[in-house]
Structure formats: C-alpha cells, structure tokens
C-alpha cells in the first residue's frame, strides 16, 4: 500500500508538468495558426491592396518605426499619459473603493451607478474633457483617468468586502486606529484584489487615451497609427500596433507577477 501511495505521489508532478507542457503547446499551436491564416489571407487577394499585409512587409516596417528617432518622442509622450492616467485613476479608485467597501451605507447609495457608467464607452465623455481641458495632453489624460477609475474602484471595493473579519477583530483588539487599520491589514489582505483591478485598470486607460490621440491630437502614437491610416501605410499601422501590443503584454506580465504571489498566500 505504501508503495501505491509512493507511486500516485510521484506521478503528480508528472502529470503536472505533462499538463503545462500541453498548455504550452496549445499556445504555440495557435500562434502558429494565426501566422499561417494570416499569410494566406495576404496571398488571397481578396483584401483591397495592404488591408492584410503580408509578415514580412510588416516586419520591414517594424524595423523602420523601431530605427526612427521620431517614433520614441511619440511614444513617450503616450506612455507619459498612460501613465498619468493610471496614477491619477488609480488612486482615486483606490481611495473611493476603501470607502463603498467600508460602509455599507455609502456602497448602497452610489456603487449602483459605478456598475451602470462603468460598462459605458468612455470615448463619448470626449467632447466633454475637450471643453474642460483643451486639445493638449490634459484632455488624454482625462480619458485614461476616467477609462481606469471604473475597473479599479469596483474592484477593491469587491475586495474590501472579502477581508477575513477576524483580521479587523484582531485589529480593534489591538486598538488600532483607522489610518492603521488601512495600512496594516486592509492593504496587505488585499494586494491581490488591487492588482487584478490595476491590471484591467491599465488595459483601459491604454484604450482611452489612444482612442484620445486619435480624435484630436498632434503627438502620440495613436496620433502616428491614425497618421500611418489615412496615407493606406498599412504595414506601418500594424508594426506599431505590435508595438503597442508587445508594451502592453510586458507591463501586465509585470503586474501579474506581482499579484500572483498574493492570490497564492491567499489561497
């Protein structure tokens, strides 16, 4: 019997590693797919001229977009306002989330609206940040703080309300004040509730300020892909949406190694 048992532990990790292996060559199954649907549909001709460029085209273009100069200062100022947005979204998300997820009274009074604006295309508040903050950056920054608020303020919110009630015990035993009580156990006991929520958070605020630049601006890179559009430079257009992709893969890679450990510690 104690060999069995031996024999099913051993196998476990196996199977484990079997598991993630057959994931991986899931994922690498399906790029290949994308790759190979692409290229056939390039070849097609049934797309008007460059609609679907071929990968090679592309990536010459790649290259050209990452050796200019030009496309950096472009690309600063974009990943400025991102993340501006996040800052500012961020943080107000986060203070109004302590403050639905800490009384009842107030989640009952307005967490209803945020569920109904929340789901709302931020792009028609456009007009509006136009008319408060001009044509400039202000007015991106705006669309990407009001795009983040939403996912981050409903999320810790949600989180505030998962906390073990022992930890507050534990915590009003130790008579500690509310400005302790916040640091020492409503923020560690929801670390990964607040970086899920700045995860989605920064998916949006990208969205929302790119959407921005494209309306009306001068600078960005979403001011480049509308650029690159309007002349049919289609190839250009994609190399720096894989851009934009690729950055915006890192940072939420990033992000979600930093809440993987918590999600473990609380499972």
């Not at 569920?115 to 028609?124: A, E, R, V």
């Not at 190399?239 to 915006?248: G, K, N, P, R």
């Not at 940072?251 to 499972?267: C, E, F, H, I, T």
Request: charged share 10%.
């Amino acid at each position: 019997m104690a060999s069995t048992a031996n024999v099913g532990l051993a196998a476990r990790p196996a199977r484990a590693v079997g598991g993630q292996a057959d994931v991986v060559a899931i994922r690498v199954a399906i790029i290949a797919l994308l790759v190979v649907v692409w290229e056939l549909a390039s070849a097609s001709g049934l797309f008007y001229r460059d609609v679907v460029p071929s990968l090679l085209a592309i990536g010459t273009a790649l290259v050209k977009v990452l050796a200019n100069p030009e496309f950096y200062h472009h690309l600063g100022v974009t990943l400025l306002e991102v993340g501006a947005a996040l800052a500012i979204g961020g943080t107000l998300g986060l203070l109004v989330g302590f403050a639905l997820g800490g009384s009842r009274f107030l989640s009952q009074a307005f967490e209803h609206y945020l569920y109904y604006l929340g789901p709302t295309p931020k792009i028609i508040f456009f007009p509006i940040m136009i008319m408060w903050f001009g044509v400039g950056p202000a007015s991106k920054v705006a669309m990407g703080t009001l795009s983040c608020f939403f996912p981050i303020v409903l999320s810790v919110a949600s989180g505030m309300r998962q906390i073990d009630p022992v930890l507050i015990r534990v915590g009003r035993s130790f008579k500690a004040s509310r400005w302790q009580t916040a640091i020492k156990i409503h923020l560690p006991a929801m670390r990964a509730p607040i970086l899920n929520g700045v995860r989605l958070g920064l998916g949006v605020a990208i969205i929302g300020t790119l959407l921005a630049e494209t309306k009306l601006s001068n600078v960005g890179v979403g001011y480049l892909i509308m650029q690159a559009y309007s002349v049919f430079d289609m190839p250009r257009m994609y190399a720096m949406l894989i851009v934009l992709f690729t950055l915006a893969i890192g940072a939420n890679a990033l992000v979600g190694r930093l809440a993987g450990p918590a999600a473990a510690r609380r499972s």
